[in-house]
């Protein structure tokens, strides 16, 4: 089945340590995005990519870095510079970013020890 | 970034209620919109686009009002099975990097 998946569900970053999300999708789509969500807020926009080695910083992109070296991955790095890491991190596509319609991945959870 | 407001929840209502979610938006120049909804700890799932006519899906009824800026989203009959939240998604009409989400609005059904 076609989707997309991100990895660990989970993730525990401890002071200092960078951390790094994984954002795979098989739906042949150009343009990918990565979204941060906290409790009762709407998702914001950390980085997006239109399309292989070409990627822009969003709303939030402080602390956060990102790579795409394959159309079908777009992993995310949350930094130490990132003071305030602990959110529900979701990775997005579309089939080029002129479609507005986002596919999501399940999330990953961060929390800081 | 314009705002995307939606009435704050949750909403509790029993099986078989009508129940009818607001938003608003503060862009005049936004173009395209959208519902998604959200189960608990998971992926927002796209519900309905928001067309100018207004669109029906089954028990789903999605209106626009631009002359007002707001979007309303009406679900007949609920189910248990509509327990969620749903989120107000507005285009700045800039593409995708203009997309605003609302906090969204908690739905609780109960039997």
């Known amino acids: 089945d076609g989707g997309i998946t991100q990895s660990p569900k989970y993730l525990f970053r401890k002071e200092g340590q960078n951390v790094t999300l994984s954002c795979e999708q098989n739906?042949?789509?150009?343009?990918m995005y990565w979204y941060r969500q906290d409790p009762g807020q709407g998702l914001r926009l950390i980085y997006y990519s239109q399309i292989v080695n070409d990627f822009q910083k969003g709303d939030i992109a402080e602390g956060y870095s990102v790579s795409r070296e394959k159309k079908e991955s777009f992993p995310l790095t949350v930094t130490s510079a990132q003071k305030n890491p602990t959110a529900f991190y979701l990775c997005a596509s579309s089939i080029a970013t002129t479609n507005e319609k986002l596919f999501f991945g399940s999330g990953t959870q961060l929390s800081v020890l | 970034r314009k705002e995307v407001e939606q009435d704050p929840g949750p909403f509790n209502v029993p099986e078989g209620a009508t129940v009818a979610f607001n938003c608003t938006y503060s862009n005049s120049a936004s173009q395209s919109f959208f519902w998604y909804r959200q189960d608990c700890r998971k992926e927002p799932k796209l519900l309905m686009s928001?067309?100018?006519s207004g669109n029906e899906d089954g028990r789903f009824t999605a209106q626009l009002n631009r002359a007002s800026q707001y979007i309303s989203l009406l679900i007949r009959d609920s189910k248990l099975s509509d327990s969620a939240t749903y989120l107000c998604v507005v285009n700045g009409g800039g593409g995708y990097s203009t997309l605003t989400f609302g906090k969204g609005t908690m739905l609780l059904v109960s039997p």
């Open positions: 739906l042949n789509h150009d343009a």
């Open positions: 928001v067309y100018s």
